[in-house]
């Protein structure tokens, strides 16, 4: 007989493979993953998709900006010291330098602008097929859900992690995401009841997800980790509070 330990692997490796079908994409590693601890426990297996699809969805002009915040986090996070992103969007909103403060290089993003939404598509949808590209970041307005499975499709064949960012869309229709965000701005982080505006803070939104459980945090952003906090008190890195609890 199998000992238990085996057996349990062997159904991790089965889950892992049943979960990429089912476009649930690749499992990240361990060091990515104890960095997205905030957000795991609402995906199957406890764990962040990455060559998968995600949708994020925002109105108003800040909600955008967060949006991109959290995006930015999360992108610096998977990338590590390594891999390429591409930033394609309608025009440049996007201060390359303002990247570092949520842990991204801006010599790991290339931008491409492209004024068309036709055009934008069909360049996100010719970068997750390359395999050299870690996240496609792309920013449209509208998205069939023909269109989206196009991008689901070449996500699975590619591996690549795409964040969509839909910005005022006429409708939230029905898409082949892994899952879909939305992000709204709260009041900064102030940390020793110091004067300043303070650090990011986020009411983050897990709307939809594929075999997982939608979810809500409020998570702030200090020293290039997701914190849990008060406004009023010293925030706390997520993986010091786990390690301690």
Request: some cysteine; proline content about 6%; hydrophobic content about 40%.
């Amino acid at each position: 007989m199998q000992p238990a330990a085996d057996k349990r692997e062997l159904v991790k490796m089965l889950q892992a493979k049943i979960n990429a079908m089912q476009g649930l994409g690749k499992s990240p590693s361990e060091t990515v993953k104890s960095f997205l601890t905030p957000f795991d426990a609402a995906f199957p297996a406890g764990i962040f998709p990455l060559g998968a699809l995600h949708e994020f969805v925002s109105y108003e002009p800040v909600e955008a900006a967060s949006a991109n915040g959290l995006i930015t986090a999360l992108t610096g996070k998977i990338m590590g010291n390594g891999g390429l992103c591409l930033w394609i969007s309608g025009e440049r909103k996007i201060y390359p330098s303002g990247l570092k403060h949520f842990g991204l290089e801006p010599d790991r993003v290339i931008f491409i602008n492209a004024s068309k939404p036709k055009d934008r598509l069909w360049i996100i949808e010719e970068a997750l097929k390359c395999e050299a590209v870690t996240i496609v970041i792309g920013e449209l307005k509208e998205l069939t859900f023909t269109e989206s499975r196009r991008l689901q499709l070449a996500v699975e064949r590619s591996g690549v992690t795409a964040f969509i960012h839909r910005h005022n869309p006429r409708f939230e229709n029905a898409v082949a995401c892994t899952a879909r965000w939305k992000v709204t701005p709260l009041a900064g982080i102030m940390l020793d009841d110091l004067p300043g505006v303070g650090y990011s803070c986020w009411d983050i939104q897990l709307l939809k997800v594929k075999n997982g459980k939608p979810e809500a945090w409020q998570i702030g952003w200090i020293d290039k980790q997701f914190t849990t906090a008060t406004h009023k008190q010293k925030a706390i890195p997520l993986l010091t509070q786990r390690n301690t609890a």
